[in-house]
């Protein structure tokens, strides 16, 4: 898992980059002239197929000595996850190989990790070792080295999960000291630590959760405590995970025992589970264990990573995790009582049997793809894009080859009205979306303003003059947006927001031009709570919305209780609709 959380890291790392600017979107001229971009070493590499392992190991260093302005040899990450691609397809000798050129290109703790890993997965344990405690000394806080240590050393014994420490009791200085490195951390690793929140009131936090150490306190009330210190740094790239912990972590019998959804800040329940004798579908709640639906749910959003101030985002987030996150929220208690609109009394509900997490409106129709073109009629085309998580070093080719292949078939055919759907799309690389508007745009621009991570010393994509292609699409634009467009989507809606490329349909966006991204992953000293921080600033041009609300829409369209149950997109009809109009 933790391996696995790092490489989600370099990707966010490579994937976005962004830089605030001055309070105006940058259009380019046609003549501008093209600024200077060195070239992927990782891509050379991967196109000369023919060669072996060996050979383009040679060629690197070849094209190195002698043609270092060329290529850009000083992104170690880009590196590191070409060796993890021969990694993932189980060819270890070929995966050595590349992260000893690492090793040796770089001297990094994390090279030593990546050798480690790999011999431990060719069962080599010596050499693992070895090169385990070479990073570790490299780097003291590499916590997964630390482990993979411990676990070599001692086979027999199982490292703790989630689960095993959800009841368990830390003494109180183990706790508040944990506590105090929670905020020391976010404030050395993010670099907009305190942009939404001062400096004094995100230490008042922190004092008042140390004041409610006890010393009973469990594991599973203490990382409660810390997902709100970390919320207050208002940041979608700065959480536990998520909420996969939590979850994890909480027994079956504790959860809330009704599905339930929050919809215009009403609460209903969309499946009575095992409650079926006295809960009924659509039910509103009013208040659980006495407490009213308003305040329990200002409560939980207090613990929820967003952009800003974005509460669509925090809402699609409780809908996902609400049977986890109301459990959290009111201290575990025994049993729950719930008071339904309409009832004389409170209903007292059996234990939870079963629980779904809703990770996809159920409601709106999927294609079955991330990515799908469907020609509705001969004036109007539907384009979803649910994920720009496309990469150059990986897949990018896909989305690529699939959006030239739709806009050729959306020009041959016609279409006047062109929909592009991103609801669901939680972001992915800034290639994917440049690589969309240039077929939506009509001018040359710049996707970036800013695009500041360490270790940076050229300009990467996005920070370059773009240039529409000349087979763009001519028709009226519209767009659809949700709670859940996170990240890239951001970045990729404040640009057609900004060029006025069409009509937007839906509710706030869960990001804006703004974002905190990639990620630094960091464990507690006592409690071995993983937390992980965002540690660059990728903003595009369109600077002059506001960096604490999410792009708003034309016309705020969502989907009412009514048409979750049913089954009916009312957003997507809207859109339609004005279409048509």
């Keep these: 898992m933790t391996r696995l959380y790092k490489l989600l890291g370099i990707l966010l790392i490579l994937s976005l980059s962004f830089q605030c600017s001055e309070n105006k979107v940058e259009i380019l001229s046609e003549d501008s002239k093209m600024d200077h971009q060195k070239l992927s070493i990782v891509q050379e590499l991967k196109e000369r197929e023919s060669l072996t392992i060996d050979e383009k190991i040679a060629l690197y260093l070849k094209l190195k000595s002698e043609n270092y302005e060329d290529y850009n040899f000083e992104n170690e990450d880009e590196l590191t996850l070409y060796g993890y691609s021969f990694l993932w397809e189980g060819d270890v000798e070929n995966a050595l190989k590349i992260f000893h050129l690492i090793a040796e290109e770089f001297n990094s703790a994390n090279s030593y990790d990546n050798l480690g890993e790999a011999y431990l997965m060719g069962e080599n344990t010596e050499l693992a070792l070895i090169n385990y405690r070479k990073s570790l000394k490299l780097n003291p806080e590499n916590f997964n080295a630390e482990d993979q240590i411990e676990l070599i050393e001692n086979p027999e014994k199982a490292l703790e999960t989630p689960a095993d420490k959800f009841a368990k009791v830390y003494s109180v200085d183990e706790y508040k000291n944990d506590l105090d490195q ?59 995970n998520r909420f996969f912990q939590e979850s994890q972590m909480l027994p079956v019998s504790m959860r809330f025992p009704l599905q339930v959804r929050l919809v215009n800040e009403q609460l209903f329940v969309i499946d009575p589970l095992n409650n079926g004798k006295n809960i009924k579908l659509k039910d509103e709640i009013l208040s659980i264990n006495g407490i009213l639906i308003n305040d329990l749910v200002d409560d939980i959003y207090k613990h929820i990573s967003s952009q800003g101030y974005i509460t669509t985002a925090k809402k699609q987030f409780f809908n996902t995790w609400a049977t986890a996150m109301i459990p959290y929220a009111l201290q575990f208690p025994a049993s729950y009582n719930v008071v339904i609109k309409g009832a004389n009394k409170p209903i007292n509900l059996d234990k939870a049997e079963s629980f779904k997490d809703l990770f996809r409106d159920p409601s709106i129709r999927s294609c079955g793809e991330d990515l799908c073109l469907e020609v509705l009629n001969n ?52 290639q994917s979306a440049i690589h969309l508007l240039r077929y939506l745009v009509d001018k040359p621009f710049k996707y970036y303003s800013k695009a500041d991570f360490e270790g940076k010393t050229n300009k990467i994509d996005g920070e370059e003059i773009i240039q529409p292609f000349k087979d763009r699409f001519l028709g009226n634009q519209y767009f659809i947006i949700d709670g859940e467009g996170n990240s890239t989507t951001g970045h990729f809606m404040s640009l057609v927001k900004a060029f006025d490329l069409g009509i937007i349909v839906g509710e706030e966006l869960g990001s804006n031009h703004f974002c905190s991204a990639g990620q630094t992953i960091c464990r507690l000293s006592n409690t071995k709570l993983q937390y992980y921080v965002a540690n660059n600033t990728h903003v595009s041009t369109a600077t002059s919305f506001p960096d604490e609300i999410g792009i708003l829409p034309d016309y705020y369209v969502t989907q009412d209780i009514d048409a979750f149950l049913e089954k009916k997109d009312v957003v997507k009809a809207f859109t339609l609709n004005l279409i048509n109009e």
Excluded at 194 to 222: H, P, V
Aim: glycine letters at 6%; hydrophobic letters at 35%.
């Design 379 to 430: 004036n109007t085309a539907l384009l979803t894009i649910s994920s720009f998580n496309y990469y150059p070093w990986n897949n990018l080719s896909v989305f690529t080859d699939f959006i030239d292949k739709s806009m050729k078939e959306i020009n041959e055919k016609g279409v006047k009205n062109l929909i592009v759907d991103v609801r669901f799309n939680g972001g992915g690389s800034q």
């Design 182 to 240: 929670l905020g020391n951390k976010l404030l050395e690793v993010h670099p907009n630590a305190l942009k939404f929140i001062s400096k004094d009131d995100f230490w008042k936090t922190i004092e008042e959760k140390k004041s409610l150490i006890k010393a009973n306190t469990t594991y599973g009330e203490f990382i409660w405590h810390c997902s709100e210190i970390i919320a207050n740094i208002n940041c979608s790239h700065t959480s536990l």
